[in-house]
C-alpha cells in the first residue's frame, strides 16, 4: 500500500517519538536528547539516543538508525503499512483512501485470507474427528500436549484427495480462490488425444497439516507432515500472493514476544522443532519453511536479537546448512548483528535431544554455541594440508576472499584482525622450549575433521591421539590438556580476582609450560602486588594496557569454560571455592613432578 508523503510527514510531526520508544526503553533526557540503552543489542553503557526535533532515533553502538514507523517495524515485526496504520490511529489520523484498483486487491487479499482461514478450521476439525485417530496417535508419540496441539492449530488432512475442495466448495469457496490461496492443484490443460481431464485435487491429503501465519498470526499457508509413503515427508504450500517462503519464519510472532523478553531466538530446521522446543520451554524457536536459510530470514531474525543461534542436526547435512547460512550471512553482518551455530550431536535433532535428554542438554549446547568467527575459521581450515608456504599462502588467500564479502567495513577490518591474530599463532614460529602452538591444528597436519566446535584430534609429543580434554588426571597425555589446563588456571584469576589475592605466593612458585601463559601470571602477580582493590574488569584493561588483549581473547573463550566450568565470570563464589583448591593442587603437583623427571 502506498501512502502520499504529506501523509508520512504529518504522521511524524504528530507522534510522540521519546514516547514511543519510551514504552519499550527507559530514556533519560540529556539536553535536547533522550538517551538509554539500545533495544536493538545487548550494552551496559548508553548509546541509543532519540532526538525529538530531529524525529529520528541512532545508537552509536550497533548502527540502528530510524523514525518511528522503522522502530515499531522493527521492535514488533510489523510490516511498513501496519505500522503506518497502528501510529496513525493513536494520532487520530484517517488513513488516506484507496484508489478503487488497490480496494480490489485488498478485498481479493481478504478472500484469499478467509478461504485459507476456513481450510484451517476444517483441518482442525478432521484431526478431532474420528478419522484423525492416526494423526492424533502421531502427535501424542511425539510428546505434544492436547495445549500444544491447539496452541499451534495443528490439523490434518485426510486420504481422500478432494475432501477439503468438496468442504470448502459447501462453504461457497470456489476453485479458482483454492488454487490461487495454495489448497488444491487444478488439471493441466488436455493434451490432444489425451486422456480426459481429471478432477481438481487437493493439495495435502493424509497429513498432519502445520498452519503457517504472517506477522499478524494471520493463517497464509500450509506445511504438511506425511503418515503414510510419500517422496516428500514434508510439504508446504507453493508460493502464491499470500506465502512467499523465503521470506518468512515458522512461528515468528509467537516467538518474537519471547525473544525481546530473553533476547534469545533459535532457528532450527523444521516445525516439530519448533513445537517441541515450545513444549520443553523454548518458545523462542523460529524455522525456516522448507528452504535453506535465507537473507530476508536472517534479516528478519536480527529484527528482535542481535545473535540469533541456528541449532542444526548433528549430521552432515547439518554442518553443510552451518556453512551455507555462514556465507549468506557473511555481506549482511552489521556492528553487533551475527550468527552463532549449536550444531548437535551426531544422530540428534532439536526435538529428540530434549525429549531424551531434558531441556538441560539443549541450555548446554547454547551457552557453548559456536560464534560466526569460529565456523569462519573452521571452514577455511577444515581438512586442509598446511604443510608449505604455498597452502599457508593460500589458506590466507581463501580468508581474505571471503572476508571481502563483508559489506560493512568496520565489521570486514574487525574480522580481519582477528584471522590474522589466529594465522600469527597457527604459523608463528615457537619460541626456545616452547612446544608449537595447539588448538587449532598446525603446519604439516591436515585441520580436524570432526565436526565444527568439536574437540579437535591432535598429537602428543609420543604420537599417540589426544581426542578429548578430560578432567586432569596422572595418565594424560601433555601438550593440549596441560595448555588448556593452564588457560583454565588463568581465567579463573581473571574472572575471579579472589583467587589471586588469596594464592599468590604458591601462585609465585609455579612453572607455566606455555612461555606466553607465564607471561601473563608475572604480569597478574605483579598487579596483584601493587594494587590489591582490583576487579575483573580494571584486571582486564590493565592487561589489554599490556599487550595480552589477543592471549585474553584466547582464555575467556567458551572453549575453556566448557573443560573448567568454575573458571566462567559468573560462576558462582562457592563453585568456584570448591573447584579451585583441588584444580590448583593437582595442577602445582604435577609441573613439580615433571620437572623432576626433567632433572634425572
Not at 485426510?158 to 459447501?170: I, S, T, V
Not at 550444531?343 to 540428534?348: F, I, Q, V, W
Not at 565470570?569 to 626433567?598: M, N, Q, S
Request: contains cysteine; glycine residues 10%; charged residues 30%.
Amino acid at each position: 500500500m502506498a501512502f502520499p508523503p504529506g501523509f508520512l510527514d504529518e504522521l511524524r510531526a504528530r507522534t510522540n517519538l521519546a514516547e514511543l520508544i519510551g514504552r519499550r526503553v527507559k530514556l533519560t533526557r540529556r539536553g535536547r536528547e533522550h538517551v538509554g540503552l539500545c533495544p536493538f543489542h545487548n550494552e551496559k553503557t548508553p548509546s541509543f539516543t532519540v532526538s525529538e526535533d530531529k524525529g529520528f532515533y541512532h545508537c552509536f553502538g550497533c548502527g540502528a538508525h530510524g523514525d518511528a514507523i522503522s522502530f515499531l517495524m522493527n521492535t514488533e515485526g510489523l510490516a511498513f503499512p501496519e505500522s503506518v496504520e497502528r501510529l496513525a490511529g493513536a494520532a487520530g489520523l484517517a488513513v488516506p483512501r484507496e484508489s478503487s484498483e488497490s480496494k480490489e486487491t485488498r478485498d481479493h487479499r481478504e478472500q484469499l485470507l478467509a478461504t485459507v482461514e476456513a481450510a484451517a478450521g476444517w483441518y482442525e476439525a478432521q484431526l478431532a474427528a474420528v478419522g484423525g485417530a492416526e494423526a492424533r496417535a502421531y502427535l501424542e508419540r511425539r510428546g505434544l500436549s492436547p495445549a500444544t496441539v491447539r496452541a499451534f492449530r495443528l490439523g490434518y488432512a485426510p486420504p481422500e484427495r478432494g475432501a477439503l475442495r468438496r468442504a470448502l466448495a459447501a462453504q461457497g469457496f470456489g476453485d479458482s480462490l483454492l488454487a490461487e490461496a495454495g489448497l488444491i492443484k487444478l488439471p493441466e490443460p488436455e493434451e490432444a488425444g489425451g486422456a480426459p481431464e481429471p478432477e481438481p485435487r487437493d493439495y495435502l491429503f493424509n497429513r498432519v497439516v502445520f498452519p503457517i501465519t504472517d506477522s499478524r498470526e494471520r493463517v497464509i499457508a500450509f506445511g504438511g507432515r506425511t503418515l503414510g509413503e510419500s517422496r516428500a515427508k514434508y510439504l508446504n504450500s507453493p508460493d502464491g500472493p499470500l506465502f512467499h517462503k523465503g521470506h518468512l519464519l515458522y512461528n515468528l510472532p509467537k516467538a518474537r514476544q519471547a525473544a525481546r523478553s530473553s533476547g534469545e531466538l533459535l532457528l532450527v530446521e523444521g516445525y516439530m522443532d519448533v513445537i517441541a522446543l515450545a513444549e520443553a520451554g523454548f518458545p523462542a524457536a523460529v524455522a525456516p519453511l522448507g528452504t535453506a536459510l535465507t537473507e530476508e530470514q536472517i534479516g528478519l531474525a536480527w529484527r528482535f536479537v542481535a545473535e540469533p543461534v541456528l541449532c542444526l542436526d548433528g549430521d552432515e547435512a547439518g554442518r553443510r546448512a552451518a556453512g551455507r547460512a555462514a556465507e549468506r550471512a557473511l555481506p549482511l553482518l552489521k556492528p553487533g548483528q551475527s550468527l552463532r551455530f549449536a550444531l548437535l550431536p551426531a544422530g540428534e535433532d532439536p526435538d529428540s535431544l530434549v525429549r531424551r535428554q531434558g531441556p538441560s542438554a539443549l541450555r548446554g549446547l547454547l551457552q557453548d554455541a559456536l560464534p560466526l568467527v569460529d565456523l569462519v575459521w573452521h571452514l577455511a581450515l577444515e581438512g586442509r594440508p598446511l604443510d608449505t608456504p604455498e597452502r599457508r599462502a593460500g589458506l590466507r588467500r581463501d580468508l581474505r576472499e571471503r572476508l571481502n564479502r563483508i559489506a560493512d567495513k568496520e565489521v570486514q577490518s574487525a574480522y580481519w584482525d582477528e584471522m590474522q591474530a589466529r594465522l600469527d599463532a597457527l604459523f608463528r614460529r615457537p619460541g626456545r622450549g616452547e612446544r608449537p602452538a595447539q588448538g587449532r591444528g598446525g603446519p604439516g597436519r591436515r585441520a580436524g575433521r570432526n565436526g565444527f566446535g568439536r574437540p579437535e584430534r591432535r598429537l602428543d609429543r609420543r604420537g599417540d591421539p589426544d581426542v578429548t580434554v578430560p578432567p586432569l588426571s596422572r595418565n594424560r597425555p601433555a601438550t593440549l590438556g596441560r595448555l588448556r589446563h593452564e588457560q583454565i588456571l588463568l581465567a579463573a584469576l581473571v574472572n575471579h580476582p579472589e583467587l589471586l589475592f588469596e594464592t599468590a605466593e604458591p601462585l609465585a612458585a609455579l612453572s607455566l609450560e606455555n612461555r606466553d601463559l607465564g607471561r601473563l601470571l608475572a604480569a597478574l602477580l605483579d598487579l596483584a602486588a601493587y594494587h590489591e582493590d582490583l576487579d575483573r574488569s580494571a584486571i582486564h584493561g590493565h592487561l589489554c594496557d599490556q599487550g595480552f588483549s589477543g592471549l585474553l581473547a584466547d582464555l575467556l573463550h567458551w572453549r575453556v569454560y566448557k573443560v573448567g566450568p568454575f573458571a566462567r565470570p559468573e560462576a558462582a563464589p562457592a563453585e568456584v571455592k570448591a573447584a579451585w583448591g583441588p584444580f590448583f593442587g593437582r595442577l602445582a603437583e604435577r609441573r613439580t613432578r615433571d620437572e623432576a623427571t626433567e632433572v634425572y
